[in-house]
């Protein structure tokens, strides 16, 4: 294989650094409060695609570095070295490098700016299970249930980031938003 980045690195870490998309992987007390923010969500006809859940340390690494590498946040020299994982950042040309880079963001279908301003972490709440990238859809505008508490409408809206009520729910079940990535919830919000 190839060890210059580049979107044939998504298929090595399908294998050898995979993330899960079950709720199930999830650390036992987000696990729960995740679960029952869902359940709610399902209930008032919300569409809830997960995307990510348990992150593996290689993976996070993939991502971090070809965004900042792609968005000229930093010189790929500058990528520290990962065991178990040869790949080459630079290319020998900047240009190239961040061509290489932008190419495996792309394919691994990383959010980008607008809809995230900041690269993904090397370390995260997604590694610690503490955390979940999902999409909710609905149409309209839907009632949900806050827990233990009093029904919320929430009116749809394409910026997540921006739905308040919606986080406001979320919340109420632990379950917080990070309003500067538009899938990312998590234990603290961050």
Same mark, same amino acid.
């Given at each position: ?85 040869? $790949?080459?950042?630079?290319?020998? =040309? ?5 061509? &290489?880079?932008? +190419? *495996? #963001? %792309?394919?691994? @279908? ?16 997604? $590694?610690?299970?503490?955390?979940? =990238? ?5 149409? &309209?505008?839907? +009632? *949900? #249930? %806050?827990?233990? @508490? ?38 603290? @919000?961050?």
């Amino acid at each position: 294989m190839d060890a210059r980045s580049g979107a044939h690195w998504v298929t090595w870490a399908d294998t050898h650094a995979r993330n899960s998309r079950r709720i199930e992987d999830l650390e036992a007390s987000f696990r729960r409060n995740g679960e029952a923010f869902l359940a709610v969500l399902k209930e008032a006809g919300a569409q809830v695609g997960v995307s990510a859940t348990r992150r593996s340390p290689k993976r996070a690494y993939l991502f971090h570095w070809p965004w900042k590498i792609a968005h000229g946040k930093c010189h790929p020299a500058d990528a520290a070295p990962m065991a178990g994982i040869g $790949i080459r950042w630079d290319h020998g =040309d900047v240009a190239k490098s961040r061509a &290489g880079a932008a +190419e *495996l #963001a %792309r394919a691994f @279908g990383l959010a980008m700016p607008p809809r995230s301003i900041h690269a993904p972490a090397l370390t995260s709440n997604h $590694i610690a299970g503490k955390a979940v =990238d999902m999409s909710i859809r609905w149409s &309209g505008t839907m +009632e *949900l #249930a %806050r827990k233990g @508490g009093a029904p919320v409408a929430v009116s749809w809206s394409p910026n997540v980031n921006a739905n308040l009520p919606l986080h406001e729910v979320g919340a109420s079940y632990g379950v917080l938003k990070l309003r500067s990535d538009a899938p990312h919830w998590s234990f603290n @919000g961050r």
